[in-house]
């Protein structure tokens, strides 16, 4: 997408856009992340009660961020703002190594790729993509979750949920009224 675009669609989701490394926030937490996730200041779109955090190297460049990603990533500011407390404290602490109750922040995840994995069907793409692409984010560690642990680490779970999702999203849209 164009950087205008991304702009546009934020302002529409009522989202906030900030460049990580201006935010004092996030140089908190990627300190406290440091041993875990030393790449999340560059590495990572990050969104917090409506501020979606941009790593410098993405910061205004075309095509740098997907609509695929910023959907994601304004489904997490729903999430921040309904449940602020329980959303923020499940990935804070999931960073620090503390698990708030088992695959909390891969519920909050989930609610974000599905509309990815939804997005795949909608174009198109084939479910083994959707599975390539969705599944390896709760099954390893890249983000760092539980201290370098998996978020929710059950293959066949994510597949079966995906492929779920991808088959009611691949439907045709019903008709419009008669």
């Known amino acids: 997408m164009k950087w205008a675009e991304v702009v546009a669609f934020a302002l529409a989701n009522g989202m906030r856009l900030k460049r990580k490394e201006d935010s004092r926030l996030m140089r908190l937490i990627a300190f406290l ?22 790593p410098a190297s993405d910061w205004g460049r075309n095509g740098a961020i997907d609509e695929d990603t ?12 309904r449940w602020p407390v329980l959303f923020e404290l499940s990935y804070v602490f999931g960073n620090l190594g ?3 109750g088992p695959g909390m922040r891969a519920f909050w995840e989930w609610r974000g790729y599905r509309l990815n994995v939804e997005a795949m069907a ?7 993509e959707a599975i390539d692409y969705v599944v390896p984010q709760f099954i390893y560690q890249w983000y760092g979750w539980a201290g370098g642990l998996p978020c929710w680490p059950f293959r066949g ?7 779920r999702t991808y088959q009611r999203a691949a439907l045709p849209s019903p008709p419009g009224p008669i």
């Not at 910023?70 to 703002?81: C, G, I, M, T, Y």
């Not at 909608?122 to 083994?128: D, L, P």
């Not at 779970?157 to 492929?163: G, S, T």
């Open 33 to 54: 992340v440091w041993p875990v996730n030393p790449s999340f200041m560059g590495g990572y779109y990050t969104t917090i009660r409506g501020t979606f955090y941009i």
């Open 98 to 100: 503390i698990v708030v």
């Open 122 to 128: 909608k174009r198109g793409q084939s479910v083994e």
């Open 70 to 81: 910023l959907r994601h990533e304004a489904q997490h500011a729903r999430d921040s703002r």
């Open 157 to 163: 779970y994510w597949e079966r949920k995906v492929r």
